[in-house]
């Protein structure tokens, strides 16, 4: 299972019981939809109505793919399969509830008190002289995160950065300027199979912004 299909059926799985429950009636809708509307094509046109005809393929396909599989999961790992649901130039755009993997200011405040988070700061040197790195964060530049969690090992990461190496499956928020690098990595970490990889697109000028304005 690619770690698209992953992402999408880890987001499924966080959905609250109305939401299942959604799925499951839009099935059983779906369902009914497709019988009706099949039948009143065929009556129709077995009595010579020149204005209805057969549905198409890929609404047939799509039909097909709501009577058959009424489970959410397979639904999902279903409609990623026939491009519906997630499509592959869309790879690097991972959804949850809809969005982009992102996380807000105060978000970014609640996850700076999580152990297990890890939020990368991936501004350059001299960008981090003048401002410091973003509170909570470890520093890694742009041009140097893909080595470092691909080459280093978990001693020389934990060495360095005082943190544990990041698995696949580990919440990283990655945060920039203004958010620009941070969502070009985030892709480029999500392709590699960091299926938790966020960004925070407001980066150091929001949180300068915000922070100022808590302190007042």
């Given at each position: 299972m690619s770690y698209h299909e992953q992402s999408c059926i880890t987001v499924l799985s966080r959905f609250s019981a109305t939401k299942k429950l959604t799925f499951i009636m839009y099935t059983r809708f779906s369902r009914r939809l497709y019988q009706a509307s099949t039948s009143y094509a065929l009556s129709s046109r077995s009595r010579g109505n020149p204005y209805v005809s057969p549905l198409s393929p890929r609404s047939q396909r799509f039909?097909?793919?709501?009577l058959?599989?009424?489970?959410?999961?397979?639904?999902i790992r279903t409609l990623y399969s026939s491009n519906i649901f997630c499509?592959?130039?869309?790879?690097a755009?991972?959804?949850?509830n809809g969005m982009a993997l992102e996380v807000n200011y105060e978000q970014l405040l609640e996850e700076q008190k999580e152990p297990n988070t890890l939020i990368v700061d991936i501004r350059e040197p001299s960008e981090i002289s003048e401002t410091g790195a973003l509170p909570g964060s470890i520093h890694i530049p742009m041009g140097d995160v893909r080595n470092v969690f691909e080459n280093f090992s978990e001693e020389e990461f934990q060495e360095k950065y005082g943190k544990p190496k990041p698995t696949t499956d580990t919440k990283i928020i990655f945060s920039c300027r203004s958010g620009k690098r941070s969502m070009s990595m985030q892709q480029t970490m999500q392709k590699l199979g960091y299926t938790q990889a966020h960004h925070y697109p407001g980066g150091w000028l929001e949180w300068e912004e915000k922070s100022a304005g808590r302190r007042k």
């Open positions: 039909f097909e793919i709501t058959n599989r009424p489970s959410a999961g397979n639904l499509r592959e130039k869309d790879s755009a991972l959804c949850e």
